[in-house]
């Protein structure tokens, strides 16, 4: 997680119930087709040689006005400040990563200018995100992701150097260090896994690639979006478990749809609870494809073991 825009992220996403007051509104909503944007929609970034994920929400508050949430490539959600419509395309302009501007059609939204961060680029596309509702699930064979000895079965997300060794049973990051991601990819399981952080480590689990379980020793963030067992930017934990840095910690996660459970040294951190959508940092924004499990090293102080995930069928 890119931290250096963490703190403005996180108190941004506190204004996302009341969102921001400044809306400029082209016309009389009733006169146009906004219906037709309200919901949430899945983007990707196109652009500098990579592709990037992220989402924005369109809701009407109780005058009909049109508010925006944005969740950027990295970082947490926040409140658009200035947002428009005139039923062809919708502008919005965000705190962190600037203007976006897209024409609505055939079910989609595709950028016409993005005056953003450098980093995102100028293309993007959003399509409607999936609901992913719970259902009742059957579970298979459980399967060790790691074998105590090689990294077998796990790739680095990037060209980076991996930056990653096996050392007295565990994956242990060594920088430079790049994200840790495995080969097979998931919809539906159940994971379990130990880590250990380093003082002032900082890492997470990403289930699917998407929705990330933070794992930090940054003792100012216990109970916040930020704190371990937050999904990260969205939901903070309801309890605090984890254990001093330099000692493991248990991790175990059920995912079905988008509800999320975890515990972390068997106490519940997250119960039963509805993922708005994908966090920062995101492999991609397909939402409703299978994804993989991506350990989070390029922070780094951190070590895990025992990984074992039980799929769903």
Do not use: C
């Given at each position: 997680?890119?931290?250096?825009?963490?703190?403005?992220?996180?108190?941004a996403?506190?204004?996302?119930?009341?969102?921001?007051?400044?809306?400029?509104?082209?016309?009389?909503?009733?006169?146009?087709?906004?219906?037709?944007?309200?919901?949430?929609?899945?983007?990707?970034?196109?652009?500098?040689?990579?592709?990037?994920?992220?989402?924005?929400?369109?809701?009407?508050?109780?005058?009909?006005?049109?508010?925006?949430?944005?969740?950027?490539?990295?970082?947490?959600?926040?409140?658009?400040?200035?947002?428009?419509?005139?039923?062809?395309?919708?502008?919005?302009?965000?705190?962190?990563?600037?203007?976006?501007?897209?024409?609505?059609?055939?079910?989609?939204?595709?950028?016409?200018?993005?005056?953003?961060?450098?980093?995102?680029?100028?293309?993007?596309?959003?399509?409607?995100?999936?609901?992913?509702?719970?259902?009742?699930?059957?579970?298979?064979?459980?399967?060790?992701?790691?074998?105590g000895?090689?990294?077998?079965?796990?790739?680095?997300?990037?060209?980076?150097?991996?930056?990653?060794l096996?050392?007295?049973?565990?994956m242990?990051?060594?920088f430079?260090?790049?994200?840790?991601?495995?080969?097979?990819?998931?919809?539906?399981?159940?994971?379990?896994?130990?880590?250990?952080?380093?003082?002032?480590?900082?890492?997470?689990?990403?289930?699917?690639?998407?929705?990330?379980?933070?794992?930090?020793?940054?003792?100012?963030?216990?109970?916040?979006?930020?704190?371990?067992?937050?999904?990260?930017?969205?939901?903070?934990?309801?309890?605090?478990?984890?254990?001093?840095?330099?000692?493991?910690?248990?991790?175990?996660?059920?995912?079905?749809?988008?509800?999320?459970?975890?515990?972390?040294?068997?106490?519940?951190?997250?119960?039963?609870?509805?993922?708005p959508?994908?966090?920062?940092?995101?492999?991609?924004?397909?939402?409703?494809?299978?994804?993989?499990?991506?350990?989070?090293?390029?922070?780094?102080?951190?070590?895990?073991?025992?990984?074992?995930?039980?799929?769903?069928?």
């Amino acid at each position: 997680m890119r931290r250096s825009i963490v703190r403005v992220a996180l108190a941004a996403a506190l204004t996302l119930v009341s969102f921001a007051p400044h809306v400029v509104v082209a016309r009389a909503l009733n006169d146009h087709p906004l219906a037709q944007l309200r919901g949430r929609w899945d983007v990707t970034f196109t652009g500098h040689h990579a592709r990037r994920a992220g989402w924005f929400e369109v809701r009407l508050n109780d005058r009909n006005e049109p508010r925006v949430a944005f969740q950027g490539p990295w970082g947490a959600v926040e409140a658009a400040t200035q947002v428009s419509f005139n039923g062809d395309w919708l502008e919005f302009r965000t705190p962190t990563f600037g203007t976006f501007r897209g024409r609505y059609g055939h079910h989609r939204i595709r950028s016409i200018r993005s005056l953003g961060s450098d980093a995102i680029g100028d293309d993007w596309v959003a399509v409607r995100a999936p609901e992913l509702p719970t259902h009742a699930i059957h579970w298979g064979d459980s399967v060790r992701l790691f074998d105590g000895t090689t990294l077998r079965g796990w790739h680095g997300r990037s060209d980076a150097p991996l930056g990653w060794l096996v050392r007295d049973g565990a994956m242990t990051v060594a920088f430079p260090s790049n994200d840790l991601v495995s080969n097979e990819r998931y919809r539906d399981f159940k994971l379990h896994l130990q880590y250990r952080l380093e003082p002032n480590g900082d890492s997470g689990v990403h289930l699917r690639g998407r929705y990330e379980v933070q794992l930090t020793d940054r003792q100012e963030l216990v109970g916040e979006r930020g704190a371990t067992g937050s999904i990260y930017g969205h939901l903070p934990p309801i309890a605090s478990a984890e254990k001093p840095a330099g000692e493991w910690n248990s991790l175990d996660v059920k995912l079905v749809g988008r509800e999320v459970t975890v515990m972390i040294n068997h106490v519940t951190v997250q119960d039963h609870a509805i993922i708005p959508g994908i966090t920062g940092d995101a492999v991609d924004s397909d939402e409703g494809a299978p994804g993989p499990i991506v350990l989070q090293g390029h922070i780094g102080g951190v070590s895990f073991r025992d990984v074992v995930i039980t799929p769903g069928r």
